[in-house]
T-cell receptor
Framework: GQQVMQIPQYQHVQEGEDFTTYCNSS?????IQWYKQRPGGHPVFLIQ?????EVKKQKRLTFQFGEAKKNSSLHITATQTTDVGTYFC???????????FGGGTRVLVKP | KAGVTQTPRYLIKTRGQQVTLSCSPI?????VSWYQQTPGQGLQFLFE???????NKGNFPGRFSGRQFSNSRSEMNVSTLELGDSALYLC????????????FGPGTRLTVT
């Protein structure tokens, strides 16, 4: 079945530094979504990418969808303590298919 | 607009019992998906309902079942509970089908003893 892997599983970042988390799918995706879950909270939708090579920015967050639509990345610049949480990517093979979540990257920020 | 609500928020059950969890989606949303979240396994897809029909199903045993009512509210049931069923059960609603943007509820924390 479809598998979505995220690396790294954990990311310790010094406040102010940049980091990138990666998402890889075993199959071509129709779209990829990113969610953020704060400690003790529930996943909150961040963004959806649908086009090959698409890049979207949200303030300090940059999301990219790979050319082959099998991978994606989230890059955060100038990390802040508010960025703490687990970032999940989720992809679907086609319209009407279920959304498969990656295992998440847990981000810890050192002040 | 009110968000996704789930009841109860916390539940403690004994092995062998059954449990029913409830989810009320955002008004106007027709799709409801259920996920199991555990520290070791991440977010595992259980099933998705759209207009009262199960559209997709994950790889869970038949002890896990669900349904959706005409008002889009959904319930999931777990029978013959096992210790390994202890988890956070999240419900998510979306406007269209399950692959579109999902809005999660706060979850039900189930503990099986």
């Amino acid at each position: 079945g479809q598998q979505v892997m995220q690396i790294p599983q954990y990311q310790h970042v010094q406040e102010g530094e940049d980091f990138t988390t990666y998402c890889n799918s075993s199959t071509t995706l129709s779209n990829i979504q990113w969610y953020k879950q704060r400690p003790g909270g529930h996943p909150v939708f961040l963004i959806q990418l649908v086009k090959s090579g698409e890049v979207k920015k949200q303030k300090r967050l940059t999301f990219q969808f790979g050319e082959a639509k099998k991978n994606s990345s989230l890059h955060i610049t100038a990390t802040q303590t508010t960025d703490v949480g687990t970032y999940f990517c989720a992809g679907s093979k086609a319209a009407g298919n279920k959304l498969t979540f990656g295992g998440g990257t847990r981000v810890l920020v050192k002040p | 607009k009110a968000g996704v609500t789930q009841t109860p928020r916390y539940l403690i059950k004994t092995r062998g019992q059954q449990v029913t969890l409830s989810c009320s989606p955002i008004s106007g949303h027709r799709s409801v998906s259920w996920y199991q979240q555990t520290p070791g396994q991440g977010l595992q897809f259980l099933f998705e309902y759209f207009s009262e029909t199960q559209r997709n199903k994950g790889n869970f045993p038949g002890r896990f079942s669900g349904r959706q009512f005409s008002n889009s509210r959904s319930e999931m049931n777990v029978s013959t509970l096992e210790l390994g069923d202890s988890a956070l059960y999240l419900c998510a609603s979306s406007l269209y089908t399950g692959e579109s943007e999902q809005y999660f509820g706060p979850g039900t924390r189930l503990t099986v003893t």
